[in-house]
């Protein structure tokens, strides 16, 4: 039974370093919960903590206060990392070998040397457009690399991946792919913590994501707030006599005696309620598009919490 249902928890972590005669806090009292199967994006800029936390999840360093667990483990038990899958922002790989000999390599390395393994490495290579490439890895270019990276996280065939800027600088079809990989390994019931800053990569993947800032998250959120769809219709009353308040209350409408705004989840309705005002000599004045972007909820945060 994984710690509060959920597979990954962080519970109230505190990170201070040491800079001299300096402390400086890094992280100050994060929480936060996965789900089993879900793909949980943490955002935010550069310097407001995401890679302390990273190196907290995989016990490169420790906290100040708090716990993790991953799978009911404490970070501090090797197990903890046992299913965990890891593709850093940036890797070195010094090997002079292509990429089939060194994933078998890794895969005797790790006890996983058998006919199937193969098979799982060669398909992945393919799915990677790697399979080709008989290169050495220490010349691969940066894009190369990261989908290296991919593939040699996949190798345990984990249960959750835990991915920093996994799309950073790589050319549109690179990236196609990777997202691919991505989406597939969800549908797997797979587990993902998403670090990246790329926002409308996000949006195509993640379930729920949470901003944070200066160290502390400042907004937790779910995917159906972007992807609100619908339409907001303002209208003009030149007719005193027409009682906007007979209005289905469905259409949310705000109205100061004049103009008004009304809300419709889809075209259909937004046909009804076209025809509805016209019936009524209320004048459409503007239709827009109600979808929100995840860039626009996460400069709206940021602003608020400077």
Known sequence: MVKNNFIVSVESVKKVYKNNNNLITALDDIN????????????????????SLIK????????????IFIENNSVYNRVSRKNLGYVPEETKYPFNTNVISFLKRMSKINGLESISQNKYILDLLKKL????????ICNFSKGMKKRLSIAYSLL????ILLLDEPTD????????????IIKEFKENNGTVFLCSHILTEVEQLCDRFAIIQKGRIIY??????????????????????????????KYQIQYDGIE????????????TLIALLSHYKL?????????????????KYLKENK
């Not at 600088?169 to 691919?180: C, F, M, N, T």
Request: hydrophobic share 35%; proline share 4%.
């Open 283 to 299: 004048v459409v004045k503007e239709i827009k598009s109600n979808n929100v972007s995840l860039e626009s909820i996460y400069v």
């Open 56 to 67: 907290l999840l995989l016990n490169f360093i420790y906290p100040t206060r708090g716990t």
């Open 169 to 180: 600088g790589l050319d549109p079809v690179e990236r196609k792919a990777i997202i691919s």
């Open 260 to 271: 008004g705004k009304a809300e419709v989840t889809d075209e259909n309705e937004l046909s």
């Open 32 to 51: 936060l919960r996965i789900k089993k199967g879900e793909v949980f994006a943490l955002i935010g800029p550069n310097g407001s903590g995401k890679t």
């Open 156 to 159: 345990i065939n984990p249960k």
């Open 220 to 249: 937790e959120g779910r995917k159906e707030e972007f992807n609100t769809k619908g339409f907001i219709v303002t209208f003009i009353n030149y007719n005193s006599e027409t009682l906007i308040n007979n209005f289905d209350p």
């Open 129 to 136: 457009n790697l399979y080709e490439n008989q290169n050495s």
